[in-house]
């Protein structure tokens, strides 16, 4: 579904030196599984998940999307696919912290045409209360936990039917309980809606919970481990 071939990416620092963030990576990624992609800050995680998001360019290779070359594209074509195909899911949670849990998980699916204007609260309402925040609908982002708050951006990342969501050191602001409640919505979301989950981290728990591990480290990737969806 996502496949990257011989990516290079690199920095320029100054006018006589640059530092290479991804170094020949070439990876695939396939429904329906839950990957992890692990190292630390600084590693090239985040330049690669930008790039998967197309959120970023690259300066070699090439990048698929269900075999088409991304490099073909215009712009406007990518804010389409990543209003439709991608979720995103961050560290920082980036909620409107005026609005309701409601209200923030609404607002992708106004500038989605495929929903209806009377579908809207429907659709969020749904994934609010699947990821159980039935009773925080009407809640400000101010009194909600960070746990909470995670939820909610979560539930804004899938309002839009994403067939993949991405999630870019989603538990880095949570504690150890709500970190294991995070992970386990995403395995959730891979086993029971056949998502294409991929989480970039520096949290070693994840090993417990994605069926393909990637470490990356100064630019270079490699497989660490894959196991075979039951």
Do not use: C
Not at 53 to 77: H, M
Not at 155 to 167: E, F, T
Not at 181 to 195: A, D, G, R, T
């Amino acid at each position: 579904m996502l496949e990257l071939e011989n990516i290079k990416k690199s920095y320029k620092l100054s006018k006589n030196k640059s530092t290479v963030a991804l170094n020949n990576i070439s990876i695939r990624f396939e429904k329906g599984k839950f990957y992890g992609i692990v190292g630390h800050s600084g590693s090239g995680k985040s330049t690669l998940i930008q790039i998967l998001g197309l959120l970023d360019t690259y300066d070699e290779g090439k990048y698929l999307i269900d075999k088409i070359d991304t490099n073909n594209l215009s712009e406007n074509q990518k804010s389409k696919i990543r209003m439709n195909k991608f979720g995103f899911v961050f560290q920082a949670f980036y909620l409107n912290k005026k609005l309701t849990s409601l209200e923030n998980v609404i607002i992708p699916t106004i500038i989605n045409k495929n929903i209806l204007p009377n579908e809207r609260k429907t659709i969020a309402l749904k994934w609010l209360e699947k990821l159980g925040l039935k009773d925080k609908t009407s809640n400000k982002v101010n009194q909600l936990s960070g746990g909470e708050q995670q939820r909610v951006a979560i539930a804004r990342a899938l309002v839009n039917s994403p067939d993949i969501v991405i999630a870019d050191e989603p538990t880095g602001n949570l504690d150890k309980e709500n970190e294991l409640m995070i992970f386990n919505i995403f395995k959730k979301l891979v086993e029971e809606e056949n998502k294409t989950v991929i989480v970039v981290t520096h949290n070693e728990i994840i090993r417990d919970f994605a069926d393909v591990i990637y470490t990356i480290d100064q630019g270079n990737l490699k497989l660490e481990i894959e196991n075979e969806n039951e």
